[in-house]
């Protein structure tokens, strides 16, 4: 008897037991059994509230944009796209990306390499210099531009004596999109090449190889991904630069306009269905790019597994 009454006490279950469903257990009791069905209903709250921020704020505009454009059809959106201007401006954005995504590129692997290789007096101010254009206004970057090459800027009696013109002009346009597209591939080359070990560069330098074997053939290999994701964001940034490049180029229809402000200068002459095609331009652009990153994550994510 006094056995089964043992057995008995044994085989009860205590209050806070997750099978019973009892009460009794705190904050760190009960094991995960508790937790779920309690909070499951906050989680659906939050997850509601912030799929509907975002659906507010990004994806409405976002599909508007392409339903606007083509409301009338694809004909009034092609002849949009085949008007002069159009093109003009379209040629004006590709131009300034062919021309400003490589030079920040090299800018940026050269001083990642030798902001990570080494130290040096002044490496934490050069740092927080490369984050400048992050924190500045874009508008505030075309006024800058506009003091230092405009008639009374600092640089004037210079570029009058050469006959060279920057401000409404095209060298302002690009001054302006290097600034504000400066950091990104040095940012993102910077954690990485820090983290890599350097070991396998003084071997490849023990054997011989001089520095540009040791880059292209050691380290390029390594942080190849990320220089592809900087320069994807280079490339988007430029296209997309609006603040800067009004202030520096005049937006002049036909000579300095680019893509975005062929979106306003449309919009504020009540070529609305102009405007829209332009944006949907420039948002297939931004969603490509999204889609490339994404892309290219994956990859890397699948190579450091693989590794």
């Known amino acids: 008897m006094r056995q089964q009454g043992v057995g008995r006490r044994r085989g009860r279950r205590p209050l806070g037991d997750p099978a019973r469903g009892g009460?009794?257990?705190g904050l760190?009791?009960?094991?995960?059994?508790?937790?779920?069905?309690?909070d499951t209903w906050q989680k659906g709250l939050l997850v509601g509230i912030a799929a509907s921020y975002v659906t507010l704020v990004v994806l409405l505009p976002f599909?508007?944009?392409?339903?606007s454009a083509f409301a009338?059809?694809?004909?009034?959106?092609?002849?949009n796209v085949l008007d002069p201007d159009f093109l003009h401006a379209m040629k004006m954005t590709l131009i300034?990306?062919?021309i400003c995504v490589p030079l920040n590129t090299l800018f940026g692997v050269v001083a990642a390499v030798k902001i990570a290789r080494n130290d040096f007096f002044g490496k934490s101010f050069l740092i927080s210099l490369l984050d400048l254009p992050f924190s500045i206004s874009p508008v505030v970057v075309g006024l800058m531009l506009v003091l230092l090459y405009g008639r009374e800027g600092l640089f004037a009696p210079i570029l009058r004596e050469y006959g060279f013109t920057v401000v409404f002009a095209f060298p302002g346009m690009v001054l302006a999109t290097l600034f504000v597209t400066l950091p990104f591939v040095a940012r993102e080359l910077i954690p990485l090449l820090e983290g890599l070990d350097p070991a396998e560069e003084e071997a490849a330098r023990t054997l011989g190889a001089n520095d540009l074997e040791v880059f292209f053939n050691v380290t390029l290999p390594n942080i190849k991904w990320g220089l592809l994701y900087g320069v994807i964001l280079t490339n988007a940034r430029a296209v997309g630069e609006f603040g800067a490049i009004s202030v520096i180029s005049g937006?002049?229809?036909?000579?300095?306009q680019t893509l975005t402000l062929f979106v306003e200068s449309a919009y504020k002459e009540y070529n609305t269905e102009g405007a829209y095609a332009a944006s949907v331009l420039l948002s297939t652009i931004a969603l490509l790019t999204l889609v490339l990153k994404g892309w290219l994550e994956r990859i890397a994510a699948r190579e450091r597994g693989e590794a």
């Open 63 to 67: 599909a508007n944009v392409f339903l």
């Open 72 to 79: 009338k059809g694809v004909g009034p959106f092609v002849e």
């Open 28 to 38: 760190g009791s009960g094991g995960e059994g508790d937790a779920e069905p309690v």
């Open 96 to 98: 300034l990306a062919a």
């Open 23 to 25: 009460g009794g257990g």
């Open 251 to 256: 937006n002049i229809i036909g000579q300095t």
